[in-house]
């Protein structure tokens, strides 16, 4: 299994940014970012997969947060600038060794970071 280590939440006022970073013992072939709110589903952010260099955003995230790594250090970043309160969540970075394309939904995943808050207030 793959160990994730998250960092980088806190809070923030509405229009600043944050990068969450993830500490990886590996960066695998799927890899992505997601987040839960209270009384919320978890859901995809931005979504990873080696074989296309090309992350997938969720919509309400599009030309605010990126995504980008560091091979050597096994790092995975999630760039997350324009914040809104509707962004305030607990993310998680979550890891899949294998895959033959981009993984949507959490039962697809089989390692997690234990989460970093992020909070905008308004």
């Known amino acids: 299994q793959v160990q994730l280590v998250e960092s980088g939440g806190g809070s923030v006022q509405a229009g600043g940014s944050l990068r969450l970073s993830c500490a990886a013992s590996?960066?695998?072939?799927?890899m992505a970012w997601f987040r839960q709110a209270p009384g919320n589903e978890r859901e995809a952010v931005a979504l990873?997969?080696?074989?296309?260099?090309?992350?997938h955003y969720r919509d309400s995230a599009k030309g605010r947060f990126s995504v980008s790594q560091d091979n050597a250090k096994n790092m995975l970043y999630l760039q997350m600038n324009n914040l809104k309160p509707d962004d305030s969540a607990m993310y998680y970075c979550?890891?899949?060794?294998?895959?033959?394309?981009?993984?949507?939904?959490?039962?697809?995943?089989?390692?997690w970071g234990q989460g970093t808050q992020v909070t905008v207030a308004s």
């Open positions: 979550a890891a899949r060794r294998y895959c033959t394309g981009y993984v949507l939904l959490p039962s697809g995943y089989k390692s």
């Open positions: 990873v997969y080696a074989g296309t260099a090309d992350p």
């Open positions: 590996e960066l695998t072939e799927c």
